[in-house]
């Protein structure tokens, strides 16, 4: 049965939401993004644990903005718990020291970086060879349509659903409009992690055989309150980090 009662943050209020954490809330982006980049990393090991069986590969997609940097944490962390990731970041930042601080510890980790889509395709073609693809290409901040380089990768990820493995997506399907759904492309992503609270396209999301995450447990009942969204900050149990929607 599905449940999809819950509230939701239109990008307008999540943008907001995000702005007075760092200002009046006096949080760092760091912290923040650490810890929604380790309640996906939970969510994956939760719902793919690794196993000596098959491949424990997982193809990160990461993008240039914030949604970028919770997949580069997130691949830290699942480096750590045993499984195997690769990298693919076409437009990388130069200026911003956090970005390339979380570069450089994903390097030192000795995970490797695949350099285009025609490398993306050869993996991913050959069979049983990735685990699951992690889509933190954009988050709340999007607005279609898709610009180069990432329109052929969301075109190939769109029209090749039966070829690939399955998409875990970070806060939004990636080419999703944040507030409407999917507009023109859907990657078909059969696992959504929604961060803070789920975005209004996520109401498009659940059908049969897709599960729906909550992570990025770090707002006080203050601004749950004032953000209208206590219900959801009330499903985490005890010490958990994520909660299955
Ligand atoms: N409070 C929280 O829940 C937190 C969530 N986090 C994550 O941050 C993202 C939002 O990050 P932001 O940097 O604002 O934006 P995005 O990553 O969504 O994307 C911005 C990036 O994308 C480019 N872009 C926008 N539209 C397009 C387009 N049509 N084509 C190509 N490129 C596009 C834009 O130029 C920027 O470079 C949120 O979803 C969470 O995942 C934080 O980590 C912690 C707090
Ligand atoms: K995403």
Known sequence: MFRNTF???????????????????????????????????????????????????????????????????????????????????PKKSTKNELYKNLLKQLQDLEIPEIENLEEIKSLLETPKSVKIIVDSLFGFSFKPPIRAPFDDLINYLSTNHSKIPDIVSVDIPSGWDVDKGPVDVDINSTMLISLTAPKPCSEHFLKEGRVHYLGGRFI??????????????????????????
């Open 220 to 245: 006080n009942q203050k601004i749950a309150q004032k953000y209208d969204i206590e219900d959801l900050v009330k499903l985490y149990k005890g010490d958990e980090l994520i909660v299955k929607l």
């Open 7 to 89: 509230k939701t943050l239109s990008s307008k209020m999540a943008s907001q939401l995000d702005q007075e954490l760092m200002s009046t809330g006096a949080f760092s982006i760091d912290q923040l993004m650490e810890l929604a980049g380790l309640s996906v990393a939970q969510a994956i090991y939760r719902q793919y644990p690794p196993t000596s069986a098959s491949s424990n590969k997982v193809l990160m997609l990461v993008g240039p903005g914030n949604n970028g940097g919770d997949g580069l944490v997130a691949s830290r962390h699942l480096k750590i718990w045993g499984y195997d990731p690769v990298l693919f970041y």
